[in-house]
């Protein structure tokens, strides 16, 4: 799908890296990439690849907007208390980029229509706030060979590593499910930056594996402290 003059000088500085070009612009231009969730991660996700040039973006999301979003999911303002984070994340990203096409679904991902959505995509990025759906993602993404961006973030500190990619390891892998109906809870503290280094980070992995770039985080579990600035980075296997 060959590039326009207006999209060429949109993506003048991806273009002219050596390791991108026309080429490499026209993956991005091809690419169909859903993002599971609006909210802290999904903010910068949404944002950076939009703005990169990926053709089609998914977003799934049921939530609507409330204030105490604002402290750090940096697609809304104040005006859009009240509604459909899917959609208000729709129209923000398609008045950034209208070369992109924004596909909202207001809906919570579940059994029934998970792998229905997700089939249509090239890659997935979690960007979820609960682990109920992390491992539905999982299990989806291994059923149909789709890679998938994991992050998670919770109070100053945050993950990140990437899942199902040719062969590599999986959720599973290394966060094991327990069967015994155990309730997981989300702390409600998180420092506002910290969903922006993570987002950024899941959308940087995205780009890699769509542009075929290497280091990417596949066999590999990356977390960072933003209160000591540490970075630590685990191998892992499947």
Known sequence: ??????????????ISLNEIGESGQEK????RVLVIGAGGLGSPVLLYLAAAGIGHIGIIDDDT?????????????????????AFVAQER???????????AYPDRLSRENAHEIIK??????????????RYLIDDTCRELNIPFVYGSIREFEG??????????????????????????TQPSGVLGTLPGIIGSLQANEALK??????????????TINTLTNTFITFNIKA
Do not use: W
């Not at 799908?1 to 991806?14: F, I």
């Not at 204030?67 to 984070?85: C, E, F, M, T, W």
């Not at 993950?159 to 999986?170: D, L």
């Open 1 to 14: 799908m060959a590039l326009t003059q207006e999209e060429k000088q949109r993506y003048n500085r991806h």
């Open 28 to 31: 991005l231009k091809q690419a």
């Open 65 to 85: 907007v409330s204030a105490s979003n604002l402290q750090r999911q940096i697609l809304y303002d104040n005006n859009h208390v009240g509604l459909p984070k």
């Open 93 to 103: 990203l398609q008045q950034l980029n209208p070369f992109c096409l924004v596909t």
């Open 120 to 133: 249509s995509y090239h890659l997935v990025i979690d960007a979820t706030d609960n682990l109920p759906s």
């Open 159 to 184: 993950q990140i590593s990437v899942f199902n990619y040719k062969g590599g390891p999986r959720y599973r892998d290394v966060f094991d499910y327990p069967d015994d109906g155990q309730q997981f």
């Open 209 to 222: 594996i769509i542009l075929e770039l290497p280091g990417i985080l596949t066999g590999k579990l990356l």
